[in-house]
Every structure is written in C-alpha cells, then in structure tokens.
C-alpha cells in the first residue's frame, strides 16, 4: 500500500536539505516541534492540513508543488509495485524498463551489444 | 491558507459522483463511516494515508492521479489568492487574466475595443 505520509515526508526532508537547513531551523519558522516534524519527515505521523501549510510557507514552497512532486513520487511507486505483481503471476517484463523503476542499480545490466 | 484537505475533499467528491456513486455504495466499499466520509468530502476532517489509499482503491482511482488532480486545484487557488492579493496592493492585473482564475463569470466583463 503506497502510503501519502511515507513520500510527503520524503519530498519535504529532500526540499529542507536541498535548502542546506537543519530539521531545527525549519521547526522554529514552521512552529512546530522538533520530535513531530522528525516523525512527519520519516512519515511516521500525519500532518493537519493546517501544518503542511506552515511547513510549505515555511519552505517557500507553493503547496501546489510539493503535491505535484508527491504524486509523481506515487506514480513511481505504483508502477514498481505493478512490476512486482506482474512478476510474481509471470508476465513477461519488457527488458526495456527503465532501472529507476525497476529497482536495479544498473549495476547488474548486462550491456547489450549496440 | 490553502487547505489540502478541503481540496482533496473536492476531488473525492467529484470521483465519485462522475462514477454515479452515492457515498453509501463508496462507503461500503472503502470500510468507512458515512459520517465520516461525509466529512472528508466537505474538507472537515482529515483522512488518515491508510483511509485515503482505501478510498482510492475504492475509486478505483490511482493515488498518484487523485493528488495530481489536488495539485492542480490546490495551484488554480494559489494563483486566485495571488491576484486578489495583487489587486489589494493596487498592482495592475492584466485584463487578459482567465475568468476562472480572476473568479468571473464573465457577465461582469466589459470588452475591449478591439
């Protein structure tokens, strides 16, 4: 089950560091609790709708966004899980599949002869 | 403040009346209360992301595709709250703004001379 709380959290630690900013600076302009947002970034707890607005303004981040780049984390989720279950009932997996999605590291691709 | 959760009460809503589903059939479905999935579509309460996957698959709806269609939302409404804002200040907005951004119907509309 593809949890929203999992990658919302992801997309906002990602936004936080990318801004070079520690969990402490961002939970003093967001007013909220060190512990709570710890657990919203590890997507153990849910944040109010009224809190993830504090967090986007927090951020600088339009919330519009931050939804944007959550769905698009899902809908790559979803398609690895779809790959999984296509796998296990075995259908056939086109050889083409990009290694993001799949899972590999690349690193296990054997080169195909160009 | 944009809330997320009155948005996604939008579209859960809209899902499911596209569907010609009454909330009780979905209720059924998605193994929640009809007074609180009555409260989720009016954007009073939040759904939690294990209730919000349920409702998803109740749907038959991606969760990916239902928090793109809230991004959106959420961001047509980013963009009325920055006009309104622009107007407030006094700043010129430009009259070629669409009417569903400005939040007119179009009645109100003098036209230009071409």
Redesign the interface.
């Given at each position: 089950?593809?949890?929203?709380?999992?990658l919302l959290g992801d997309v906002l630690r990602s936004r936080r560091i990318e801004q070079g900013r520690t969990l402490r600076q961002l939970c003093a302009d967001a007013r909220v609790s060190l512990g709570y947002m710890s657990e919203i970034e590890r997507g153990q707890k849910?944040a109010?709708?009224?809190l993830?607005?504090s967090i986007c303004a927090a951020l600088d981040a339009?919330?519009?966004?931050i939804?944007?780049e959550?769905?698009?984390a899902?809908?790559l989720e979803?398609a690895r899980i779809g790959l999984r279950l296509a796998e296990e009932i075995g259908l056939e997996v086109p050889s083409e599949v990009p290694g993001e999605l799949s899972g590999h590291t690349g690193d296990d691709v054997v080169p195909s002869a160009a």
């Open positions: 089950m593809v949890l929203f709380r999992r849910e109010s709708s009224e993830l607005a339009p919330l519009s966004e939804l944007s959550v769905s698009d899902v809908a979803e």
